[in-house]
């Protein structure tokens, strides 16, 4: 079975962290034989590649410096800030279309599959006019939002697209809850999981409150900042801030401002043998997502898995794809999304309570390996793949 995987943007050398669980994903689909490809768009001129053994073919859409419009920032961030990028994204349309449907005639793929399907459904369809592919829609949260909110002149246009898909499919039930006024048919849920390999339990402590991720507005690093300032003087713990991105200079100057310079440590990205050590050293991990100026908030929070893989418990705000996975009171704590006050009152508790801790790790490494194992996963995927062949 031939599949071509439709992507903003994807890994542009080994250990780019470019939608990680995407090239999990693809790796482990190949290993059960599932031939797959990935359509995505070029990065600065960058030209086809093969990566692990898989095709990666990239259009261009404009002169070589210009080609910026994704992997660096999505292109929703791109898209507002001026108009240059608007017209750009009129380019990447028009280019994706023609160029998919050039290699569609020559590659003959079983199932095309999409993922953000606004506006990715356009080279979807375009594919389906060369062959007989079959159209597997992905949705992970942002875009049907930013649908909602920036454009929903074109709802109604949109739907009539995306209904002609063959499957439609979201990370979460709280997508799927915001597909219903688009999607007529059955939506599946399809969630992925961590880009780190699977991992044991672990039991130990080093005082360390932990946050992985991006360092953009949805993750809501400054409230979390603001929470640790309210316990910092009642808690022996740092705050370690995994990652980098647009707000890490407007982070590390809160944490300055608040005096917590000594307490909170931003590491930038770092390797996945750091990153699996910091998951162990860990007490326990914070997500404190919020809706960021698109509207957009956790699609579903790979990095709570991961730390969940290791048998930490985490806390997180009670918003969007979050809610799938943990619990609350179970394997994990809910807090209210921007509240501060609720979110250091919960790392109160689990910094005081060695019991909670070790109750709420526990049941977060049997729920994450009994719901977002790959081999589940995969497994889900190729019988909708082979059902649709």
């Not at 250990?15 to 994903?25: C, H």
């Not at 030209?47 to 859409?61: S, W």
């Not at 990652?243 to 996945?272: H, Q, Y």
């Not at 977060?364 to 719901?371: F, L, M, N, P």
Request: proline share 4%; net charge positive.
């Amino acid at each position: 079975m031939k599949v071509l995987f439709i992507a903003t943007a994807y890994q542009r050398f080994k250990g780019d962290v470019i939608t990680p669980w995407m090239v999990q994903l693809i790796q482990r689909l190949r290993q059960k034989g599932i031939d797959v490809a990935v359509f995505t768009s070029s990065y600065m001129g960058l030209k086809n590649q093969v990566l692990d053994g898989v095709p990666i073919y990239r259009f261009r859409y404009f002169f070589r410096k210009y080609e910026r419009l994704t992997h660096e920032q999505t292109v929703v961030d791109r898209f507002g800030q001026n108009l240059f990028n608007v017209f750009l994204s009129f380019l990447y349309i028009v280019s994706g279309t023609i160029a998919l449907m050039r290699l569609v005639r020559a590659k003959k793929f079983d199932i095309i599959h999409v993922n953000w399907p606004f506006p990715h459904i356009i080279f979807g369809l375009a594919g389906k006019t060369c062959g007989h592919a079959r159209i597997f829609s992905t949705f992970y949260g942002l875009e049907i939002r930013w649908l909602k909110k920036k454009f929903p002149y074109l709802i109604k246009p949109f739907a009539l697209l995306i209904n002609k898909s063959d499957v439609i499919t979201a990370i979460s039930n709280h997508t799927a809850h915001e597909l219903i006024p688009v999607v007529r048919k059955r939506v599946e849920i399809i969630p992925f999981s961590t880009s780190i390999s699977e991992q044991t339990t672990s039991t130990a402590d080093h005082k360390e409150i932990v946050f992985v991720g991006r360092h953009v507005e949805r993750k809501g690093v400054n409230v979390l900042i603001n929470a640790f300032n309210l316990v910092h003087g009642k808690i022996p713990h740092r705050l370690i801030v995994v990652g980098d991105g647009p707000e890490r200079t407007v982070w590390e100057n809160l944490a300055e401002r608040l005096g917590l310079g000594p307490r909170v440590k931003f590491t930038g990205w770092i390797s996945d043998t750091e990153l699996s050590e910091q998951y162990r050293r860990c007490s326990f991990f914070v997500l404190p997502a919020v809706y960021d100026k698109h509207g957009d908030t956790e699609g579903l929070g790979v990095v709570m898995i991961e730390a969940m893989s290791y048998g930490k418990p985490v806390i997180a705000s009670n918003v969007g794809g979050i809610t799938d996975v943990v619990e609350h009171g179970v394997n994990g704590l809910l807090v209210p999304s921007g509240d501060a006050s609720a979110l250091a009152e919960a790392m109160m508790q689990l910094a005081d309570n060695e019991k909670l801790r070790q109750m709420l790790g526990t049941n977060a490494k049997r729920s994450v390996d009994a719901r977002f194992n790959w081999k589940r996963i995969i497994d889900n995927l190729i019988a909708l793949y082979e059902k649709y062949h």
